[in-house]
């Protein structure tokens, strides 16, 4: 693992610069409710509502966690003409997300994931039951070249954060190609379409699939990332996440793997990927290279995993976080 001290002297590195995230945006629902008893028509339990909260998800979670660090952050992506899509824009505007590379489409709903959570005693809520409201084909064409034409700002890194959700056709993917900005995809299975990127992420799910093959030890996944890095010829590399074992980072120096601090009260795993892309992006930028970029975003992620939902950790939260496991 790279030293605490140069991770610690990487997180000011973090802040300042100007990333545009393309990709699915969603918006992400809790309805929470007190379990006070069971239904007498179902075995389920019945919820009393409490609250409701709502949370900038899918691409949103990266360009969420860019601007917590300090960073500018411009959402290009498409939203539906309804009320969470004015939703949606409210809550990036609120984070200070530039929101003018979103794009409205009457004809697309907002993409919703709606979570019915059970709240019991003093625990965090529980989730019982999601309901998601989603049109998963792909983007007219008129809209992917608006999309592109919205990339078009001096950013010095683009992330595709892509959750097959129809927004990244070969179209956008094409003109992200070509511009002149360090280009990272979250690429969640569809790793081919990435060819030429940068940076891939993936998971190693994701990576067993696209090789056709079981992975289980370290050199398992050395091999893989490796395979990976020349099939889809990427510039820089790629990392190979593997959940509570790290991230395998295969790059021009080789191959890494990059041990994950160890966390003890792991409540939600939902958003560490987008935490990883994100800091891993920003780290590139500020001159890390890939295995240093990884192991700082271990540390981002393991942040986000103590938490229930989508979280961006700020600069100061990563630099205590490295701390805490200095000692």
């Known amino acids: 693992m790279a030293e605490m001290a140069a991770l610690l002297a990487l997180v000011e590195g973090l802040a300042g610069w100007r990333v545009a995230v393309v990709g699915d945006v969603i918006l992400d629902e809790y309805l929470i409710g007190n379990a006070q008893r069971l239904s007498r028509e179902a075995p389920i339990p019945v919820l009393e509502f409490e609250r409701r909260e709502v949370i900038p998800g899918g691409a949103a979670n990266p360009a969420a966690n860019i601007a917590a660090v300090g960073s500018f952050a411009q959402q290009v992506a498409v939203v539906g003409a309804d009320e969470n899509g004015a939703t949606l824009r409210a809550l990036l505007a609120e ?5 003018d590379g979103l794009v409205t489409d009457a004809a697309r709903q907002t993409t919703t994931k709606t979570r019915i959570m059970a709240q019991i ?3 965090f809520p529980q989730q019982v039951a999601r309901l998601d409201r989603v049109d998963r084909s792909p983007i007219r064409a008129e809209l992917a070249e608006s999309l592109v034409a919205r990339l078009q700002a001096p950013q010095q890194a683009v992330i595709c954060s892509d959750y097959l959700n129809g927004l990244l056709t070969a179209e956008v993917v094409t003109g992200v190609r070509a511009l002149p900005a360090l280009r990272v995809a ?5 790793l081919d379409k990435y ?13 067993a699939r696209a090789l056709g093959r079981a992975l289980h030890s370290d050199a398992d996944f050395a091999d893989a990332a490796q395979v990976l890095v020349g099939r889809l010829g990427l510039r820089r590399g790629v990392c190979l996440t593997r959940g509570a074992a790290g991230i395998t980072v295969a790059s021009e120096t080789g191959v890494a793997h990059v041990r994950a601090p160890q966390v003890e009260d792991v409540f939600d795993t939902v958003g560490a990927g987008d935490t990883v892309v994100a800091i891993v992006t920003l780290a590139l930028l500020a001159g890390a290279d890939l295995a240093t970029a990884a192991a700082l975003a271990t540390f981002a992620a393991g942040i986000v995993i103590r938490r229930v939902g989508n979280y961006a950790p700020s600069r100061a939260e990563l630099a205590a976080e490295i701390a805490a496991h200095s000692a």
């Not at 984070?95 to 929101?99: A, C, E, P, S």
């Not at 979250?186 to 569809?190: I, S």
Request: charge should be negative; charged fraction near 30%.
């Open 95 to 99: 984070r200070g997300i530039l929101t």
């Open 121 to 123: 005693g003093l625990r």
């Open 186 to 190: 979250d690429a969640q299975g569809e």
């Open 195 to 207: 060819s030429g990127f940068d940076v891939v992420k993936c998971n190693a799910d994701e990576a």
